[in-house]
């Protein structure tokens, strides 16, 4: 039969130019557009005083999640689309269709905060497709260790749902690191998920069960006291900088690096030194000088210029930029790099002397 729908689409085209008939379906409904993944909040829901998750119906367009990987989420914060990657805290293929993010609130955070203080149901958040490579492999080891403090626990417990959904959960050893009970996210879940099925073991390291007194972090010495056989069991780890820090450090020392996977919510930033330079944003027009320890990304934002962004933290690629001149610094790596013509990560790259961005 012929199918007549590619006429339609090019003859509303011509007839609705020059908006695009993409534009009229995401006028009536964002979730329909096929060119803006969009989706639509349908709840808000308070995990602790500081985290909620934010249960989000994805429109057209939208690509099953592998249970570990993040997303870019836009939030629009007075009129201006504010972008950032968050895990989804969902398991893969939710009967109902709905995908969830859970994030905490970090103390002075421009859009955790108003995600969870401020975003209501029926509020339209903007998202990319899934991606990242903290997942669990397809041939699944038979002992898993998952370790985690505070929001690092959302990947891993995508993980967990699919399992629970799934009806069979594997031998896992999980360690999560929280102040205290309370303001354990997904505490009262988790709990219960031990509880029914006997493959999962779930260690709590509260760092201030008493109020006041000094925090007891979680050391390697007791994760490897409560969990005898961490070298036999393929290891994920999320959390905070120091927490990964010392999981990679050790799991080195052990010589069975190639058993941990990391998920970091934070890059890993080296001290950059020497006296930064000059930055012109070559098609805006605007110069400033910016200092060696601050990302271009912050230096052409406090100009003033339109800097696509996206994590923050040199993973989803959005902020890429053409280098027209000059060198810049990796604060990942320290390693000084660029020639006219190369695209740079302005989230983190800092000016190394002058530099002439193509923005
Ligand atoms: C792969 C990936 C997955 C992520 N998943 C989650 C998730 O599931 N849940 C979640 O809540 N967050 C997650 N994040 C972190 C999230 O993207 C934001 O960085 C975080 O919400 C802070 O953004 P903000 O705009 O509120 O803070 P900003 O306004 O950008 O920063 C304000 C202050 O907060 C500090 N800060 C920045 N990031 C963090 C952080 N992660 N923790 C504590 N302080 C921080 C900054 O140093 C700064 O001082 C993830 C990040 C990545 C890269
Ligand atoms: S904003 Fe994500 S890599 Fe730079």
Redesign the pocket.
């Known amino acids: 039969m012929l199918d007549i729908r590619p006429m339609l689409t090019a003859a509303t085209g011509v007839l609705t130019s020059p908006l695009m008939p993409d534009d009229y379906r995401a006028m009536m409904n964002p979730l329909w557009s096929r060119q803006r993944l969009s989706g639509r909040v349908e709840a808000v829901v308070p995990e602790t005083p500081d985290?909620s998750t934010v249960v989000i119906r994805p429109g057209r367009g939208w690509r099953r999640h592998l249970a570990g990987q993040?997303v870019g989420v836009g939030v629009d914060i007075e009129g201006v689309w504010?972008w950032?990657?968050?895990?989804l805290?969902s398991p893969p293929g939710r009967p109902d269709g709905l995908v969830t993010?859970?994030?905490?609130?970090?103390?002075?955070?421009?859009?955790?905060?108003h995600v969870v203080r401020r975003l209501r149901p029926g509020g339209i958040v903007r998202l990319s497709r899934p991606a990242?490579g903290f997942v669990l492999p397809d041939d699944l080891p038979t002992r898993l260790l998952f370790v985690t403090a505070g929001?690092g626990i959302?990947?891993v417990m995508s993980m967990l749902r699919g399992f629970a959904l799934a009806g069979d959960l594997p031998d896992v050893f999980l360690a999560h690191v929280a102040p205290n009970g309370p303001q354990v996210i997904f505490g009262g879940e988790l709990r219960r998920m031990a509880a029914r099925f006997p493959g999962l073991r779930l260690h709590e390291h509260h760092t201030r069960p008493v109020p006041g007194r000094r925090a007891k972090r979680l050391t390697m010495a007791d994760l490897s006291a409560v969990c005898p056989d961490l070298p036999d069991r393929m290891a994920w780890v999320c959390g905070?900088r120091g927490l990964l820090d010392d999981a990679e450090a050790y799991w080195r020392a052990a010589g069975i690096a190639d058993r941990l996977r990391t998920?970091?919510?934070?890059p890993v930033a080296r001290p950059s030194a020497g006296p930064g330079g000059r930055v012109r944003f070559v098609r805006s027009g605007r110069e400033t000088a910016a200092g060696a320890g601050t990302p271009l990304l912050a230096v052409g934002e406090e100009a003033d210029v339109a800097m696509p962004s996206g994590?923050?933290?040199g993973?989803c690629r959005t902020c890429l930029a053409r280098l027209a001149g000059g060198r810049v610094r990796d604060l990942r790596t320290g390693e000084v790099h660029g020639d006219p013509g190369d695209l740079i990560q302005t989230c983190v790259s800092t000016a190394v002397g002058d530099v002439d961005i193509d923005l």
Do not use: L, N, Y
Request: overall charge positive; proline content about 9%; some cysteine.
């Open positions: 985290a993040h504010h950032r990657t968050f895990s805290s993010i859970t994030v905490k609130a970090a103390p002075g955070g421009f859009v955790s905060e990242g929001s959302t990947p905070p998920e970091r919510f934070q994590c923050r933290m993973v």
